[in-house]
C-alpha cells in the first residue's frame, strides 16, 4: 500500500508489475463507483507487458474524501502530480465513464505524456441529460436508502441483456453493495463525485490530443450511448472507435476477456501497417 | 364527463369524434404517468376519420384508485368491459408503454376484436431488469422526494439528444411535474401501477393475436430497446416494425407528428399491396 | 394513356383518381429501372384520397427514348413544365431512389410548389462510391448480357433476407427480367440514366426545400445507406426520417404494405399536433 | 519461397517469425482476391509474438491453379496436410471472408488444433442471395471485361465512406487491378473459386467448434452484414463478436491497424479476468 501525498490530499496507489521497467505504464482511471480493488482481476493481463499503476481519485476508496464540492479538474491536477512524482514521462492510459472523463481532460492538457489513451463509455461533455441524470442520483442518495440508491444507479449501467441472463451475479451484487450504498460517507462522496463531472466539457480541446486513442462503445450503453462517442471519434485526430454489441456502460464487467484483449492490444501494438 | 362502473371501479372516459360512426373506433392505451388529457393535442388528427375512445386505467388520472395490489390482468378486463358497455365489437387499440402491454395481452385473449393493433414502445414480457427499474421508481416513490421522482424517472423516458434540445421545454415541465410527484395520492397510484405490470408476460400468447399490428420502436428507447421490439415482430404474424431514429420512450412526445401519421397511417390503410 | 410534348420530348403520363378534386394530387416519381406500371398495385391506397400522377421520365416505359448523353436536371424541367401543363400548382411528389434525387431537385428549384415531400432510399448527392457502381452497371449494360446484368444489379436491390426469404418470388422476377435486360435499348437507356445521375448534388440547396418532408430509409439499404439519409434530414428544415428495420434499396417491394401506409398517413395528416 | 506438395496439387507458402519457437503459430487465410503477399504490411506486427504462416489455396497467387470445379472442402483439406506437413499440432487460425468459410469448416472439422479463430467478414452459410452476388461476377468474369470486372467487385467490397475518402487510392488501385482482373487465367480461377464457395454451409456444424473464436464484423459490410456475424456468434460456444464502425467488407484494408491490434490483443490474450 502506497500513498502520494499532494498539497492536503492522500492518494492511495499501487504498482503491478514493477519489473517491467522497459515498457511505458499503464495507468488506470476508475469509475465512479470504482476503486483500485476493481480491477484485481485484469491485473495478471495488464501486467503481462507493462507496469500497472492503479489508484483511487479523490473520493474514491481509501483516497482522501473530500468536504467540499470541486472539479474533474482538480482530479487532473492529482493526476498530473502524481505520474511526476512516480517520474513518469509517458504513459499510456485507460478510463472508463468518470475515469474517461478525466482522461480525456488530461490528455488534452498534457498531451506529450500520453502516448496511448483509452478511453471506455466517455463522453466528451457532460449533457444537461447526463447532468439530470447525476441530479437524481445525488437526490436519493441523500435519502440514505441504500436500496433505492441501488435500484437507480446499478441496473442502468448493465444492458438488460447482461442483467437479466446475470441475474443470479446480479443479486449476490445487489447485496454486497447495499451496505456500502447505505453508508452516509460513501454517499456524500458518491454525491461530490458526480457533482464534479458536471462541468466536464473537452468539446473545444479535443483536437489537442495526440495520443493514439481508442475509443470503445457498448450498443447498449444507454448512459453514454454510441453517438456520444462518434462525437469523441470525429474530434480526436487519431483515434479509432470499437463498438461492442450488447453490452452496456460497464464494458469492463459485461465482456471483461474481450475490453482486456482489445485494450492490451491496442497498447501493445506498435509495427503499425500504414500501408496496405 | 363519462364513467363507467364495473364491480367496484369507476372508470372515466371519453368520447371525440363520436359522429364518425361509419368508422371502427379508435381506444388509446395510456402510458403508465398518463392520462386522458395527455393525448389532447393528438385529438384533432385522430378525429379526422374516426371516434376515439380515451379512458384512465384504474390508478390513473381521474378513475378508481386502487388500495391493493393488482395485475395488468385487471386492467384487461377492465377494457374488456369498458368495450362491451360502449357495444363496440371490432376496435383499433394505439398503447403505448404500459398501455401496449395491457393492448397486447387485451389482443392475445380477445384476438376477434381487435382489428389495428398499434403498440409504441412495448415489451413482450417484463424483464428482470426492467423490474429492477421499477423497483427504483417504487422505492423512491415511498420517499415522497418529487424531485427525485422525476429525476429518477423523466430523463430516462426521453432521449439524450431531445432532452438536451429541449432542454427549456423539459425544464417548464419539471416545475409542473414535481408538485404531481410529491402527491403521495399519485406515488402510491404509481407504486401499484408499477407492480401491476411486474408479472407482464405475453411471449406465449404473441401467437393468438390476429390483429394487423404495428410495432412502433425508438432507437434510443433505453428502457424498451429495439430488440424487445424485435421479439414481438418475431412472434406477432402480421405485424410491421418501424423504428424512429433519435427518439427515447416516449415516443408520442418526442415525435409527436410522425407518431400521429403513421399511426393513423396504418389504421386508414384498407387497399394493401399484397402482390407488386 | 396519355401523352405530353414538351419540346421534342413525348412523355407518357397517367392520371387515377381524377374525380379526387378537392385534394392536392401525389405525383410518383420512379426509380430508375421502373416505369408507371411498377406502381399499379398502390394505386387503389393511393387514390383514395388523392389523384395520383404517374409518369415515365426520358429514357423510361413509354416516354421518349433520348440517344445524347443529359442530366437529370432535364428531368426536373420535364416534370415542372408536366405539372405546368397539368395546371397543378401544389402538389405532394413521392420520389424513390432515382426519382427521390429528381425530387429533391424539383424542391429545392421550386419549393413553393411542393406541399409534402416522400423520398424513399435517397442521397443528397452521388458520390465517388455509387458513381462506381453505375459504371459497373454500365461497363455490364454495353455487354448486352441480360444475365450478367441481372446479377449485378437487381440482388443489391434487395436486402439479404428479403432475397433468401423470397427467392422463388425473385427467381420468377428473373426469368420475366431478363429478356428486358438483354434489349439493347433498355440497356443503352439505362446507360444514359444512370449517367444522368452522376452529377445529382443537391447538398448546398437542400435549405432551400420547404415542404414537409418523410425520408423513408432501409436499414439494409446497401446503395443508399441510412447515413445518407441522415444528411438529408440534417438538412431539409422540416423533415422526418423513419428507418424500416431489416429492407433493403427497394423499400416499395420489399414492404409494400408499410410503405404505403407510412406515405399515405404523412400526406394525409393534417392537424398536426404541434405542443404535447 | 516454399512449396508444399500435397496429391497434384502445389502449395505455395512462406512462413515468418520461424525463430519465435515457443509460441503457437498463427495461420492466415485470405480473402477471395488476396495472395500471400497481400499481408506483408501485416507481417512485422503479426511476427512480434508468433510464427505466421501465409499460403495461397488452390487458385490464388502461386499456387495450383485448377481445371475443373471443386468445393471449399478440398480448401480445408488441403490446408489440413500443409498443418501436418508442417507439423502443427495447435494453431491460431485468422481468415477474412472467404478464407473465413475455409477457416470455420476447418475448425468445426479439425477443433482440437485451433486455440484462436478469428474470422473477420464471415458468414455461416452461402445465402442464395450471396449465391446471387457471385454469379454476377462470374458472368461478367467470363466476359474478359476487366474493368467491369473491377467496377462490379471493388466498390461493394469498401464502405462508401473510405471509398469516398480515399478516392486516390482507389484510383490507384483500380489502374493497378485492372490488368489483372483483364487476365483469363485469374479470372478463371475466380470463377472456381466463387463456384467453390456456393455450397459452403456449417450452420449446423458450429457447436463444434471450441476454439477461441473472435468474429470481427464492419456495420458498413454489405456482403457479409453483421447479422451474419450475429449467427456465428449465436452458434459457436466460446465466441466475442466485434463491429468495427463505418466499415466495409474489407475491414482489413479499411481499417489496418485496428484489424491488427484486436486481432492481436485477442491472441494473445492469455490471463483472461474469468470472474471480475
Known amino acids: 500500500m502506497s500513498i502520494f501525498e499532494y498539497k492536503k490530499y492522500r492518494i492511495y496507489y499501487t504498482i503491478d508489475g514493477a519489473n517491467k521497467t522497459d ?3 499503464v495507468i488506470i482511471l476508475n469509475g465512479i463507483m470504482m476503486s483500485t480493488v476493481s480491477w484485481d482481476a485484469f491485473i495478471p493481463a495488464f501486467t503481462e507487458h507493462h507496469p500497472v499503476i492503479r489508484y483511487d481519485m479523490l473520493d474514491q476508496g481509501q ?10 479538474e482538480l482530479q ?12 513518469i514521462k509517458e504513459v499510456n492510459i485507460v478510463g472508463i465513464s468518470y475515469g474517461a472523463s478525466v482522461a480525456l481532460q488530461y490528455a488534452a492538457k498534457y498531451p506529450k505524456t500520453v502516448q496511448h489513451l483509452v478511453v471506455a463509455n466517455a463522453v466528451a461533455k457532460t449533457s444537461p441529460w447526463l447532468k439530470a441524470i447525476g441530479d437524481g442520483w445525488n437526490e436519493v442518495a441523500k435519502s440514505r436508502n441504500g436500496l433505492a440508491y441501488y435500484n437507480i444507479t446499478i441496473p442502468y449501467i448493465y444492458s438488460p441483456q447482461f442483467y437479466t441472463k446475470e441475474i443470479a451475479w446480479m443479486e449476490q451484487r445487489k447485496e454486497m453493495l447495499i451496505p456500502l450504498f447505505s453508508n452516509p460517507s460513501f454517499l456524500d462522496a458518491m454525491i461530490r ?14 483536437d489537442k ?9 457498448g450498443d447498449m450503453d444507454c448512459l453514454t450511448p454510441v453517438y456520444e462517442q462518434e462525437i469523441l471519434h ?40 500504414s500501408i496496405v
Open 76 to 87: 487532473v491536477e492529482i493526476l498530473h502530480h502524481l505520474l511526476m512524482y512516480l517520474k
Open 209 to 217: 490530443i495526440t495520443a493514439h486513442t481508442l475509443i470503445l462503445s
Open 234 to 273: 470525429q474530434r480526436i485526430a487519431d483515434s479509432k472507435l470499437v463498438v461492442l454489441p450488447q453490452c452496456g456502460h460497464a464494458s469492463m464487467y459485461e465482456q471483461p476477456d474481450l475490453f482486456t484483449s482489445i485494450v492490451l492490444g491496442f497498447i501493445n501494438h506498435k509495427d503499425k501497417p
Open 63 to 72: 483516497s482522501t474524501k473530500m468536504n467540499t464540492t470541486y472539479t474533474q
Open 23 to 25: 515498457a511505458i505504464p
Open 193 to 206: 463525485l458526480t457533482v464534479s463531472a458536471e462541468t466536464h466539457n473537452t468539446i473545444d480541446v479535443l
